[in-house]
């Protein structure tokens, strides 16, 4: 999710007001409007050139101390943008951008750091495993962004994990209500990525994804000067967050296609103008996951007409400052307007025949507990569904025949609660999943967990059971990629990483690094500790 970026000229003005006349004077708080308007269309090589000359110029100025303030705040140098905003006055928009950059630095205190060519990531002691994962994924992204947009990291991106909704609304500036009403969980602004932890979320999330998400809404902001609105930046983002691991394309999860159909049916969709400034400002967190959908579906409608080369059509002709309804009317062809773009989406969308499933609930990112974040435990299935129904009887008499030992008795009540419930109560999937494996049942864990992981892609434990009862079948190779789909939304389970390990001690050498065999014997052992 992008916020759009707050421009810093009324600081300038405010600072200049308080420099004795004089055209010097004049002329060098010009030059700094000019480098903060350049940092603002995220071109930071031209505002980096001009600064330094400013510097060389007017060193110690209101105006230079204040512009390299900013440049250090979007570098992610916190504590050096604080140093340099204080010595620059006192003045009501110095003092704004000061608390930004004090809580940010609130934001990451105590936290390591760990760098790749062109990322630098800072993440809580207690989530030292996501890192390496991270930076993999980032980079993965990065490259494909160079083939599908042209976007190259022109400085290292600094990405901040944050341990919950109140860190991210200190370093965005929404409010702790906005993050929790919209599920928000990550968001790219002022130069760099910041992404909830999924240690926070009742299931996990799509942490891999989210970042690489975030980094295209860099990518866009970074090509098209941050003129690109927020609809079109979340469609593109949405529609290319899986191209660290997957090629283009069209790939809303079952919960999204839910939302989307049930929007279709009741003619209740999010309109375009809604969705700005920011998506974190919608209703709630349902609007915003159909917002998503709805402008991933315009994108994969422009890329189905034109492929890569229209999404780059698009965003070049936003950068020479197309209006972007135009410039997404004229890559997409026929008469080149709106009016008939919007039509062909809205065919679009009723062809891909999304249909609303009985009984099927849409997921959307929810926040935990104020109690299990300050906790830093890992999320777990129980406490992860919050909504209760009537088959839950089947569900406690499981658990307390479960905590006795009663391991046939258990599975009896949650074969019971899983008829009731149906497929979409995945939670019967899991434990059912679970005392098939304890029982040496691997196929039936399969069978168990097969409903949840198809609706339910999005929830870790059916992929990471999937992945255990493969291992338990002597199907290494196949066992990687559920483990993997587990990790990828919640890598805080040990099971997942002993698991992952297993599986590469039995495959050949040539079919796993060696670096990924060490790294999840390690994460196995901290995180079993």
Known sequence: MTIRTLSLALALLTLAASIPGGAEEVVAVGD??????????????????????????????AHTLYARGYERFLSGDYLAAV??????????????????????????????ERRSPHFVIRFPPEDTVIADYALEALEASASALQTDLGFVPSRPIPVDILRSPADLALVTALTV???????????????????????AMRLGYAWLDSLSHELVHYAVASVTHDRTPVWLQEGLAKFLEH????????????????????GLATHKLISFDAMHPSMAK?????????????????????????????LRNVLSMIALGADARMAVARAYGGTGTWAEFEKAWRVFMTAQHYKVIPGFEALS???????????????VEDEATQDRTSADRFLRLGNMLLQRGRVRAASAEYEKGAKEAGPAYWLFSVKLGRIYLTMGLADRALQAVASAQALYPEV??????????????????????????????????PSVHCSLAEAYKKLPADAVTASKRQRAERDCRALGR
Do not use: C
């Open 282 to 310: 919608l209703a709630r967190a349902e609007d915003a996951s159909l917002a998503f959908a709805e402008v991933t579906t315009a994108i994969a409608l422009l890329y189905t007409a034109g492929g890569m080369p229209a």
């Open 460 to 493: 870790p434990w059916p992929h990471l059971i999937a992945g255990q009862a493969l291992l338990a079948k002597g199907d290494a190779a196949e066992a990687v990629a559920p483990l993997l789909a587990s990790l990828a939304a919640n890598p805080f389970d």
């Open 177 to 199: 209500d906005d993050v929790e009403r919209t599920g928000t969980i990550a968001v790219s602004k002022w130069g760099r990525i910041m992404l909830s932890t999924p240690r």
């Open 365 to 379: 990112p929810k926040y935990r507990k104020d109690s299990a974040i300050a906790a830093r435990r890992a999320p």
């Open 32 to 61: 700094a409007e000019t480098v903060v308007r350049l940092y603002d269309q995220w071109r930071f090589q031209d505002a980096d050139r001009m600064l330094a000359e400013l510097e060389r110029t007017y060193p110690g100025e």
């Open 83 to 112: 140093a340099k905003l204080k010595a620059a006055g006192t003045s009501m928009p110095v003092k704004e951008l000061l608390l930004l950059a004090e809580g940010a630095q609130t934001s990451i205190e105590g936290h390591q």
């Open 243 to 262: 191209r660290w691991r997957d090629p283009p394309g069209l790939d809303l999860t079952p919960s999204l296609q839910q939302l989307l159909a049930k």
